[in-house]
T-cell receptor, first 112, second 115 residues
Framework: AQTVTQSQPEMSVQEAETVTLSCTYD???????LFWYKQPPSRQMILVIR??????QNATENRFSVNFQKAAKSFSLKISDSQLGDAAMYFC?????????FGPGTRLSVLP | DAGVTQSPTHLIKTRGQHVTLRCSPI?????VSWYQQVLGQGPQFIFQ???????GRGNFPDRFSARQFPNYSSELNVNALLLGDSALYLC??????????????FGDGTRLSIL
């Protein structure tokens, strides 16, 4: 069964600093997609970034980038120049077929 | 354009009752998925519907059922409610089936509390 693990229940970062959130997953598939979603207190899940497993190049979206290590089944999220608005729960998700599997989440606090 | 809309926002029920949650996808989106998010955990997949047919089902009991209407909106029904059904229920839509690089767009969820 596909599983997603986020080993850091909580993280904190100073405003303007950089933080990395960890995610590992388990799969026997070769073609899949990985996502990071952000869930602020408003509850809506917001897509942050996505990565195609067949692409070696790490995805980047403005201040957000990933370090995708396919052999290690690792998919970490780096947030640069952290802002107060980045404070939220962050979920790593794996998509196979039509189903998404989410990790348990990491709560990120941004300190002023 | 409106995003994914869910109703109601909050709901309080007692054990043994039945509940119906509603979801309207983004205009043009044909696929709707339902997730249960227990407090402090990540969302758990319940169902996916596409073109009014069930295309995927998670590990949930038969008390959970859903359907999709011709306008692509969807209902999630839960019978014989248990205390453990208390959760945030999220609906997500995407344009079509079979395109795995498509992200899902989520609604704000329905917070269901069972007393």
């Amino acid at each position: 069964a596909q599983t997603v693990t986020q080993s850091q229940p909580e993280m904190s970062v100073q405003e303007a600093e950089t933080v990395t959130l960890s995610c590992t997953y388990d799969t026997s598939e070769s073609d899949y997609y990985l996502f990071w979603y952000k869930q602020p207190p408003s509850r809506q899940m917001i897509l942050v970034i996505r990565q195609e497993a067949y692409k070696q190049q790490n995805a980047t979206e403005n201040r957000f980038s990933v370090n995708f290590q396919k052999a290690a089944k690792s998919f970490s999220l780096k947030i640069s120049d952290s802002q107060l608005g980045d404070a939220a729960m962050y979920f790593c998700a794996y998509r196979y077929g039509q189903n998404f599997v989410f990790g348990p989440g990491t709560r990120l606090s941004v300190l002023p | 354009d409106a995003g994914v809309t869910q109703s109601p926002t909050h709901l309080i029920k007692t054990r043994g009752q039945h509940v119906t949650l509603r979801c309207s996808p983004i205009s043009g989106h044909k696929s709707v998925s339902w997730y249960q998010q227990v407090l402090g955990q990540g969302p758990q997949f319940i169902f996916q519907y596409y073109e009014k047919e069930e295309r995927g089902r998670g590990n949930f009991p038969d008390r959970f059922s859903a359907r999709q209407f011709p306008n692509y909106s969807s209902e999630l029904n839960v019978n014989a409610l248990l205390l453990g059904d208390s959760a945030l229920y999220l609906c997500a839509s995407s344009y079509q089936l079979g395109v795995v690089n498509q992200p899902q767009h989520f609604g704000d969820g329905t917070r269901l509390s069972i007393l």
